[in-house]
């Protein structure tokens, strides 16, 4: 159970899988947008880009749902941040799961109040509906625009961590997470 879970000195197996797992899942999602954003309607690469963003977007809310239990779980032992830039860092990753949360999660919400309903591997989840609700296409607006704000931060998070922690500061940050 130990080497499960996290410990003062390091990020435990579970919380280090669910990280490096959902870091790598990122990829593809943020590869999806950028090419919805960027190429025209009817290109081919754009198509089979998009053709899994829902799948996994909803893939990637479901496992951040539970990362955040278990971090939760895991909170009383977890690695500390001292000093200011703890606290920045600490804001930092609670900013990251607010995000990881609300971006699929507004869409989830304009889907079940939209027309064109919801499906998850090919199961339909939520189905269409004749008229839709106006609050809740108003909340998936917000989609793309923090979706975007989550890749920026993101961004600045991988800086931070191999750029200061490993070459600046030299600290066993990236480490314990490694
Ligand atoms: C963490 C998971 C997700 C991330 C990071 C993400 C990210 C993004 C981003 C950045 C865009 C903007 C693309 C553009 O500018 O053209 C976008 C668009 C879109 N996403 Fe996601 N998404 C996620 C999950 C989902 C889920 C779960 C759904 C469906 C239930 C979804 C459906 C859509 C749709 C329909 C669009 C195009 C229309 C719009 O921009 O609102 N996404 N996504
Ligand atoms: C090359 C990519 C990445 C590197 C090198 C990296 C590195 C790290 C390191 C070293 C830590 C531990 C910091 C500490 O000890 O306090 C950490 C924690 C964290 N990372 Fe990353 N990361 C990467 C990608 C990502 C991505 C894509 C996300 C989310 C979209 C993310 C979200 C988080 C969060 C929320 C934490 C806080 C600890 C937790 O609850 O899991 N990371 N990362």
Redesign the pocket.
């Known amino acids: 159970m130990s080497d499960l879970s996290d410990s003062p000195d390091r990020?435990g197996l579970i919380?280090r899988a669910?990280?490096?797992g959902?870091?790598v899942l990122?990829?593809p999602q943020f590869l999806s947008a950028a090419a919805h954003w960027a190429l025209p309607r009817g290109d081919a690469l754009r198509g089979t880009l998009w053709s899994y963003h829902v799948d996994l977007g909803v893939t990637l809310f479901l496992l951040v749902l539970l990362?955040?239990a278990w971090?939760l779980w895991n909170l009383g032992r977890?690695?500390e941040?001292s000093g200011v830039m703890g606290r920045v860092?600490r804001a930092g990753?609670a900013a990251?799961?607010a995000?990881?949360v609300m971006v699929p999660a507004v869409k989830l919400i304009g889907s079940a109040g939209g027309m064109r309903g919801l499906s998850y591997l090919g199961i339909s989840l939520v189905p269409a509906r004749e008229t839709a609700i106006a609050w809740t296409q108003a909340m998936a607006e917000w989609h793309g625009a923090i979706g975007w704000m989550?890749a920026a931060?993101?961004l600045g998070?991988?800086v931070m961590?191999?750029g200061w922690?490993r070459f600046v500061k030299r600290d066993d940050?990236?480490?314990?997470?490694?």
């Open positions: 990020f919380s669910l990280h490096w959902m870091a990122f990829v990362r955040g971090g977890r690695p941040h860092a990753h990251l799961y995000l990881m989550l931060l993101v998070h991988v961590a191999i922690h940050v990236l480490s314990r997470m490694a």
